[in-house]
């Protein structure tokens, strides 16, 4: 199922820790709802949709996703969709790289703001999807 031609639809996260779950929305063409099941099949009412790197490599390649793993690149160069995780004080944060606009789809709604080369200064590594 993995989705990787076309426009990327820019998901807003609809709470404070559902970051990775918007992320594999916009990648794999998906509701945000679909993907916060995907992710969290089971969860307990009221408890943080915080998701682990391993968790959510599973998820996309269970989507149908070659994933590859890297620490640090120029994201302006990189012509293939990718989820990057950045360092937002002690707490992470993962956002979308779409190689067609050039430009970071950040789930959450004030990460439209951030100029890019934020995202490259905080970069902790990328996930290159295929």
């Known amino acids: 199922m993995a989705v990787i031609a076309g426009v ?9 820790t559902d970051c990775y779950p918007a992320c594999i929305a916009m990648v794999a063409d998906i509701s945000l709802t679909k993907a916060i099941r995907l992710v969290h099949p089971i969860r307990l009412k009221g408890s943080l949709y915080l998701t682990d790197d391993d968790r959510g490599v599973q ?15 120029d994201l302006a ?14 707490e992470g944060h993962v956002a979308v790289w779409d ?18 080369s ?5 970069l902790e590594y990328v996930l290159i999807l295929s």
């Open 118 to 122: 934020w995202y490259q200064e905080h």
């Open 77 to 90: 160069k990189l012509n293939e969709r990718a989820i990057i995780a950045v360092a937002v004080g002690d």
């Open 99 to 116: 190689p067609i606009k050039k430009k970071i789809l950040d789930p959450d709604p004030m990460g439209r703001w951030i100029p890019l």
């Open 8 to 16: 990327m639809k820019h998901v807003i996260q609809r709470y404070a």
């Open 59 to 73: 998820v996309l390649r269970q989507l149908g996703f070659k994933v590859r793993k890297r620490l640090k690149l």
